[in-house]
Nanobody, 121 residues
Framework: QVQLTESGGGLVQPGGSLRLSCAASGAIFSIEDMAWYRQAPGKGRELVAVISAGYGTNYDDSVKGRFTISRDSPKKTVTLQMNSLKPEDTGVYYC???????????????WGQGTLVTVSS
């Protein structure tokens, strides 16, 4: 009923930048929190950044000052601008949204398919 489409991953050198985008589509009445998680090789999935429907943001300490999360609510998109990338930022990045399904009072948590970010020289 609700799908997320991610784009923007790739290979970048340390100190470089990447921009990840995620677009939600389907039977959506409203979107609450939108977030990016990442999973490094051999580790669990961790929250990187989250933005609320009111545009409040929160970041993991490891990315504060380097990453910026933003959203375009009418377009149902969320973006993660990543600057000053480090090798430890390497991992699969997942978009996650909390959405109210159109025509219902039901809320869903939806995950994207993931996009690989590799930071290496």
């Amino acid at each position: 009923q609700v799908q997320l489409t991610e784009s923007g991953g790739g290979l970048v050198q340390p100190g470089g930048s990447l921009r990840l985008s995620c677009a939600a589509s389907g039977a959506i009445f409203s979107i609450e929190d939108m977030a990016w998680y990442r999973q490094a090789p051999g580790k669990g999935r961790e929250l990187v950044a989250v933005i609320s429907a009111g545009y409040g943001t929160n970041y993991d300490d490891s990315v504060k000052g380097r990453f910026t999360i933003s959203r375009d609510s009418p377009k149902k998109t969320v973006t993660l601008q990543m600057n000053s990338l480090k090798p430890e930022d390497t991992g699969v990045y997942y978009c996650h949204v909390e959405t109210r399904v159109l025509g219902t009072m039901r809320y869903l948590e939806v995950w994207g398919q993931g996009t690989l970010v590799t930071v290496s020289s």
